[in-house]
């Protein structure tokens, strides 16, 4: 097979495909939108809370009851073989591995999907670019449609631009059950204990702590520039404000790290959160942490010598 | 008045806690803001550290905990300089309540806040269980001990960071401004929690009243120095001293003032509504704003709004009232047409259609709680221009207006300050000014005053009784209520739950049970600080009717008799409606006092028999 192969198909398909994949991803909206609804519906004092990372850090299950640091070690060892696969069928087969993991951690479906929703518009474009974009090589079947035939779409392109996307679904399902199913304290204690510094984990939980405060003032702030007509333009003036903005966003939220930091020296603060030390080692964690590495590579092996990528 | 020389008022048999002495701060940028501090605390005091905006308080506790080092002089506590070793010990034993309580819950839950700063103290991590309980409960967070804070509301915030403070048993506890932004219910709850605080108490505040509650001292700083240190009562009670220095809230009390002195439990401080121009829904005026079977519900589903009737007619001021979370918030957003919900919602008689609820800026101006969601450019000219340039004004009439605007709020001349250093009080005014120079026709105002001082209350006061525009005041303080509005919205879960004038609702006892405004110990101390400022000692020669052994020459008997002689009384007087003069009350009144020495006086009065016998 030395040249590419072409096939011309009625416009009527590519159209019926991309609007299979709005309704799509329409319907998952809805799904969860309802279900959030239903979830507060006759409540009347709003509920305030932020999207947590780990809501559901006190049910029961294997990942529950997992000790952190070998969850880490395993999830992540597991997250880094399923990137490296290249055939998109071993993507998908990680994505259902993903899908499985949330399922056997017990943890709302709909937290993922709104995971998943939240990377789609990125992960859309690459679906859509790459196959334009992929240069033909010998061997690579081409697809064209009536009425814009100066646009051809190489499978090659959407069969990588596929497993890019299977992989980034299956990466993000994971994160679930490891992040999910015990408390962030615990889970990054357990990332310092793996040998992260120690700065960068008290970083990452005062970040968590408070990116949703730094959210509310930007919203509020936003609300006092609507009420004075402010309105997004494509202008000199409108980039003008939002640098004003900006800029005081950032010395407000300038302003309450050191009173933060205040506040925690006025308590004795010595450079060190206390760290609970909850963590006991059975011999399910070894089992466990073995048998998700040796997935992994498995599903690697699969990839390389079965597939043959 | 200054007496700087007195010694304050308080009982020193032991060594001082902390002992102040000639203590100097600078800022970076030069700016002096301690200049020559004494000061002593002893242990048990409970202190009101009050002065204006920019007075150095602040500064001045940021020594005592040892946030700032001492530049120039000696800060001394439990015997020993605040450095080193012992600075790290003290800063465990003294205990911050910080303005904001997201500057202080830091951790992921509030266990591991509370348990923060007893681990800080060395005890072990499996011991602290049943401290943090302790300390949740006591503040009536138990059920929540495993919740991050941003699950909580502002009051439970406020309660939570006071319980990571107490389950350190603070021998000191210094609060900036603990009353601010609290809901009359969380604030009844936080000055039950402090009156049962045994150690030494340090309150910054502009909240008169609160203080006077709580503490027995007052330190009145002033441009860095200590101005007045005395007692609270004396504080409150001469209004020159606490004009002198910004602090004086006696025009809360002008309506009570201006009357006769009525017994005190059946007293009231607050004064008479503005003359009703036509009150409640029955107003005859043009209907400006209106919402009809109004619904609104967050994208949670929570239902924020529930069927609100509401009709604003030009020229009247409402105020609407209501605990957090009743709606209040969310229906300002929904005037202003920030939020859409269904229902009817229109503008002088014509329905908006949702497009043309976001174009409702232009005719209604709203001022934030906090003026910092509002300021966001480099200069107050360029702040107030902002409003007018999005109107689509030319540059002459925005530069008109906002000189007029400027001048309206009293900082004429401030056009090329940078609003970020500004005053709390100017940076009030300001976020008015860039919402007047839009010249709306309905102004809504969101806790105008909160986080002033006297002063700079007062001043906004007298500036918005000025304004013509239809007003919207979302308040929890009855005096502005009072003072603002003919008519009153009454909000709770989502519902409009009364709509009456202000005067009825004032006189309305089931609104107090919804604590909705914050009377309760305020209106007590009001009366009391009346009758201090009102009490003063005159002598004079009067009359004395008494029985006591005396002499006549060789005769000693006793029997009632009368004389006159001069010495002080206290006396609360009262003014007359159109006078300054005063008056005491004009009935006789006996009382008990001691004249030593009376009864070895020589007696020259009449006796009955003398009489008798004459006649």
Known sequence: MSETQAMQLPLIYLLLAVFLCGTLWWLALWTLKTASHRHQEGQQERDWSVPLIDSAAGGDSLFHRWDVRFKLVALLGFAFLVVATRSPWSALLAMLLGLLAVRLARLPFARSLRRLLAMSGFLAMFLLIMPLTAVPHPGDFLLTFSGIDFLRFNLRGLSLALAIVGKACAVALLMEPLLATASLPRTVEGLTRLGVPEKVGQMILLAHRYIFVFLEEARRMATGMQVRGFQRRTSMQTLRVMGNYLGMLFVRSFERTHRVYDAMQARGYQGRFPAPAYFSVGKSDWLHTACWLLLGLLLLCFDRFWLGN | ?615
């Open chain 2, 1 to 615: 008045m200054h007496d700087l020389q007195r010694l304050p008022p308080i009982d020193f048999s032991g060594p001082a806690q902390f002992e102040v002495r000639d203590l100097h701060f600078s800022y970076p940028n030069g700016q002096a803001a301690l200049r020559g501090i004494d000061l002593s605390i002893a242990a048990g005091d409970r202190i009101a550290l009050v002065g204006q905006n920019g007075s150095g308080k602040s500064t001045l506790i940021r020594h005592l905990n040892g946030l700032l080092p001492v530049q120039q002089g000696e800060l001394i506590y439990q015997g020993e300089p605040l450095v080193g070793e012992h600075l790290r010990r003290a800063r465990l034993e003294i205990g911050v309540l910080f303005q904001d309580p997201d500057d202080q819950l830091f951790c992921s839950t509030l266990y591991d806040d509370v348990c923060f700063g007893l681990v800080n103290q060395g005890m072990a991590l499996e011991t602290v269980e049943p401290l943090v309980r302790q300390a949740l409960a006591s503040v009536g967070l138990e059920g929540l001990i495993y919740k991050p804070s941003h699950h909580l509301s502002y009051g439970q915030k406020k309660r939570a960071a006071l319980a990571c403070l107490l389950a350190m048993r603070p021998q000191v506890l210094i609060l900036d401004e603990p009353t601010a932004n609290l809901d009359p219910g969380q604030e009844k709850i936080l000055v039950e929690l402090l009156r049962q605080y045994s150690g030494t108490l340090i309150c910054i505040t502009h909240d008169l009243l609160f203080a006077f509650e709580l503490c027995q001292r007052a330190v009145v700083l002033d441009h860095g120095q200590i101005h007045h240190d005395y007692t609270m009562a004396e504080l409150v009670a001469h209004p020159p001293s606490m004009r002198e220095h910004g602090l004086d809230f006696s025009f809360r009390l002008a309506g009570l003032a201006n009357q006769d002195l009525p017994p005190l439990q059946a007293c009231t401080l607050l004064p008479e509504p503005p003359a009703d121009t036509g009150t409640a829904s029955h107003s005859k005026g043009t209907a400006v704003l209106a919402l009809g079977n109004y619904r609104f519900s967050y994208p949670d589903g929570t239902q924020a709004l529930q069927g609100v009737d509401f009709v604003l007619h030009a020229g009247e001021s409402v105020a609407i009232v209501g605990e957090n979370g009743a709606g209040k918030t969310t229906l300002l957003s929904c005037l202003m047409g920030i939020q859409s919900g269904t229902g009817e919602h229109s503008l002088e008689g014509a329905n908006l259609s949702r497009k043309q609820r976001q174009l409702l800026w232009r005719k209604v101006g709203m001022v934030f709680q906090d003026p910092a969601d509002q300021l966001f450019c480099a200069s107050c000219a360029e702040e107030v221009a902002f409003g007018p340039r999005q109107l689509g004004l030319p540059a002459e009439e925005v530069e008109r207006r906002v000189d007029q605007a400027l001048q309206r709020v009293r900082l004429s001349g401030y056009h090329h300050r940078v609003p970020l250093h500004l005053s709390g009080g100017e940076r009030k005014r300001l976020a008015i000014a860039t919402v007047l120079s839009m010249q709306p026709e309905l102004l809504i105002l969101d806790e105008p005053t909160a986080g002033l001082d006297p002063q700079g209350e007062e001043l906004l006061l007298e500036i918005l009784k000025e304004l013509p525009q239809t007003r919207i005041l979302v308040s929890h303080d009855p005096f502005l209520v009072a003072e603002l509005t003919q008519r009153t919205l009454v909000m709770h879960r989502g519902r409009v739950l009364e709509d009456y004038s202000t005067a009825d609702f004032l006189a309305d006892q089931s609104q107090k049970s919804l604590n909705l405004l914050a009377l309760g110990y305020r209106q007590q101390r009001s009366r009391e600080i009346l009758e201090l400022q009102h009490q003063h000692q005159h002598s004079h020669a009067h009359y004395h009717l008494h029985d006591h052994p005396h002499r006549h020459g060789e005769l000693v008997h006793s029997h009632p008799h009368e004389h006159q002689h001069d010495h002080p009384h206290a006396y609360t007087h009262t003014h007359g409606a159109d006078s300054s003069e005063h008056c005491h009350p004009p009935e006789v009144g006996y009382h008990e006092h001691s004249h030593p020495g009376h009864e070895e006086e020589e007696h020259r009065h009449v006796h009955p028999e003398d009489e008798s016998s004459d006649g």
